[in-house]
């Protein structure tokens, strides 16, 4: 344990602002973001990702990004341009995907909105939600699959509605997805369990921004109040608790900025927490099986990724 605790190495980067922290972890490569903003920390060094277009902090749109298993490959969907001559939805979003290797971006699809990004377990498939040439007041929201060889993307079938920018989790064998669902006043915002081939949805509770396990045995999300982190099976048995907040009348806390983020072994979760209205944000290292907190990195950017490291 102290060797772990004296191997996550503070960097600042040097903006001279706040949210300027990462940190890195041994044979590891973890995903810090913010908006216009990614940082790529390795256990040698960090390195900035910049988005292929300027438009101040994104248009004032942030998804949540994510990094492939393997930490080659960055999957982004951000404001890519604006198309004035539209009567509505005049910001266009795309799904970008970043070479580490090559330093490169590409992007693709023309959408209204656009959520968070997640690699399947092989990194083959990225799932995201995403609204595409809908009337103002539809708000029609569709569950897209990237195929990352073919580069070709196609809907999946979901009987339910889906947030757009909350955090999704394929299952080991790419067959379901933890996702977001939105029920409105029959139940708000539950943490659900989606059949790729059926559409059929079961739910494990209200929350916020699942994520499952690497090994397959949990999924992780937010209870409503975005100050719990629990954990349950992927059929909805042994609820429990892994991470509570504490709360007073000068010091208000919650989970925020995408979903818990798994280590490859399933052994911990890292944790993005809110101070207050967000200004501040310290990310927590958790021990799944007993709870302990290993390291508390303040100021920080928000987590979005852990992968075994390319080195």
């Known amino acids: 344990m102290r060797n772990l605790f004296a191997a996550l190495l503070l960097c600042t980067l040097g903006l001279g602002g ?29 390195e ?17 990004p994510s990094i492939s298993p393997g930490g080659d490959l960055i999957a982004w969907g951000f404001a890519s341009r604006i198309q004035e001559d539209r009567a509505y939805n005049k910001a266009r979003y795309s799904l970008g995907l970043y070479s580490l290797t090559e330093r490169k971006w590409k992007t693709y699809g023309d959408f209204d909105e656009i ?52 955090s999704l989790g394929w299952s080991p064998d790419a067959k379901r997805l933890a996702v977001n669902i939105d029920r409105g006043d029959k139940g708000g915002s ?11 949805v079961h739910p494990l509770g209200q929350g916020s ?13 937010y209870d409503p109040s975005g100050s719990k982190c629990l954990l349950v099976r992927p059929d909805g048995t ?6 509570k907040l504490s709360q007073s009348a000068f010091s208000y806390r919650r989970f925020g900025y995408g979903g818990p983020v798994w280590s490859p072994d399933s052994r911990q979760i890292l944790l993005s927490e809110m101070k207050g209205d967000g200004d501040y944000i310290d990310v927590v290292l958790v021990n799944v099986e ?9 100021n920080c950017l928000s987590v979005f990724g852990w992968a075994s490291s390319r080195r």
């Not at 959520?115 to 029609?140: C, L, M, W």
């Not at 539950?190 to 059929?200: F, K, Q, R, Y």
């Open 190 to 200: 539950m943490a659900a369990v989606l059949d790729l081939d059926t559409g059929s």
């Open 290 to 298: 007993t709870g302990q907190v290993t390291k508390r990195a303040k």
């Open 115 to 166: 959520g968070a990004t997640a690699f399947s377990a092989d990194g083959s498939k990225i799932a995201f939600v995403a609204q595409h040439d809908n009337k103002p007041r539809e708000y029609k929201r569709d569950l897209f699959i990237f195929d990352v060889a073919k580069e070709t993307w196609t809907s999946a079938p979901c009987q339910e509605r889906l947030w757009v920018n909350a």
């Open 238 to 243: 042994s609820l429990k608790t892994i991470r």
């Open 48 to 64: 900035a990702v910049r988005l292929p277009v300027e438009l101040g902090a994104n248009h004032g749109y942030f998804a949540y």
């Open 18 to 46: 706040l949210h300027s922290v990462t940190f890195s972890i041994p044979n590891s490569s973890l995903l810090f973001a913010t908006y216009n903003d990614v940082r790529f920390a390795m256990p040698d060094r960090t």
């Open 209 to 221: 921004n699942p994520s499952w396990s690497p090994s397959g045995e949990w999924i992780s999300y």
